[in-house]
Nanobody
Framework: QVQLVESGGGLVQPGGSLRLSCAAS????????IGWFRQAPGKEREGVSC????????YYADSVKGRFTISRDNAKNTVYLQMNSLKPEDTAVYYC????????????????WGQGTQVTVSS
């Protein structure tokens, strides 16, 4: 049974940091790219970052470039999203998902999704 479980969300002040984890089970992480997406209330789902299955190539949305870092530990079947210099506009539910299609943030190319973890940036 394929599962993706996000954790690490919470409440943080502007300028703070959080590290999200995406724990995968039921499949071999090595063969899939993993993406992080977010959705704020009343807004469309937005692609944040992704990491390839092969060479660890990464891609970031302009809104998070330079602040967020995606990484993967295939031995632990886990992908991480380190979020620094957080802003109130980063507030959203964050989801991880898997794709066979390689590096990209087209959400329709992702077949399994986690349940999401809430990130709130507020003073």
């Amino acid at each position: 049974q394929v599962q993706l479980v996000e954790s690490g969300g919470g409440l943080v002040q502007p300028g703070g940091s959080l590290r999200l984890s995406c724990a995968a089970s039921g499949f071999t992480l090595d063969y899939y790219a993993i993406g992080w997406f977010r959705q704020a209330p009343g807004k469309e789902r937005e692609g944040v970052s992704c990491i390839s299955s092969s060479d660890g190539s990464t891609y970031y949305a302009d809104s998070v470039k330079g602040r967020f870092t995606i990484s993967r530990d295939n031995a632990k079947n886990t992908v991480y999203l380190q979020m620094n210099s957080l802003k109130p506009e980063d507030t959203a539910v964050y989801y991880c998902a898997r794709t066979e299609y390689g590096l990209g943030l087209n959400f329709y190319e992702y077949d399994y999704w986690g349940q999401g973890t809430q990130v709130t940036v507020s003073s």
